[in-house]
T-cell receptor
Framework: KAGVTQTPRYLIKTRGQQVTLSCSPISGHRSVSWYQQTPGQGLQFLFEYFSETQRNKGNFPGRFSGRQFSNSRSEMNVSTLELGDSALYLC?????????????FGPGTRLTVL | GENVEQHPSTLSVQEGDSAVIKCTYSDSASNYFPWYKQELGKGPQLIIDIRSNVGEKKDQRIAVTLNKTAKHFSLHITETQPEDSAVYFCGEAGTALIFGKGTTLSVSS
């Protein structure tokens, strides 16, 4: 069974630009969550999508948005990039449902904002 | 809101020693507590999890204990090996699955 894939793996952007990251979950998984990882801050929760609907959202500004398609693939978008947005962005997929279960993480997209 | 604190941020042990990482949480409705291990250049991977109706769970050299009254849970690794060196994250699931800031474990031989 293929794991969670994220594209691109590396990205360099400049301040003010916008970026779109993609995540393909494990086949059969309906939930996709996104996290931002920076040194010293750990894994900060961005949002979770389940069956094309945003189910939960973390404390990030509106510049961070996402969506999920009918095949469960998900994208996240960051507009008006700031230097502080430089981070590893991880997505994780799980079966979903009413109770939490194991989340499978992808390798991440390393975003550098210059 | 939900918040999980993890301690220590770094931990160095000798091979064969035990390692303990502790987390506290604030949301009394949380009912799922996973632990993830992240090796360099990879995404985090689940190593053990526990639900709120269980006080302890073991899997070979790793164990997790949960004290719902005190709102804290701990990861115990016995007989540590160099390959246990990694960053460990505790998680708490209430309305969303959130993580602590991580513990960098170094096991020296």
């Amino acid at each position: 069974k293929a794991g969670v894939t994220q594209t691109p793996r590396y990205l360099i952007k400049t301040r003010g630009q916008q970026v779109t990251l993609s995540c393909s979950p494990i086949s059969g998984h309906r939930s996709v969550s996104w996290y931002q990882q920076t040194p010293g801050q750990g894994l900060q929760f961005l949002f979770e999508y389940f069956s094309e609907t945003q189910r939960n959202k973390g404390n990030f500004p509106g510049r961070f948005s996402g969506r999920q398609f009918s095949n469960s693939r998900s994208e996240m978008n960051v507009s008006t990039l700031e230097l502080g947005d430089s981070a590893l962005y991880l997505c994780a997929s799980s079966l979903g449902g009413a109770t939490y279960n194991e989340q499978f993480f992808g390798p991440g997209t390393r975003l550098t904002v210059l | 809101g939900e918040n999980v604190e993890q301690h220590p941020s770094t931990l160095s042990v000798q091979e064969g020693d035990s390692a303990v990482i502790k987390c506290t949480y604030s949301d009394s409705a949380s009912n799922y507590f996973p632990w993830y291990k992240q090796e360099l250049g990879k995404g985090p991977q689940l190593i053990i999890d526990i639900r709120s109706n269980v006080g302890e769970k073991k899997d070979q050299r790793i164990a997790v204990t949960l004290n719902k009254t005190a709102k804290h849970f701990s990861l115990h690794i016995t007989e540590t090996q160099p390959e246990d060196s990694a960053v460990y994250f505790c998680g708490e699931a209430g309305t969303a699955l959130i993580f602590g800031k991580g513990t960098t474990l170094s096991v020296s031989s």
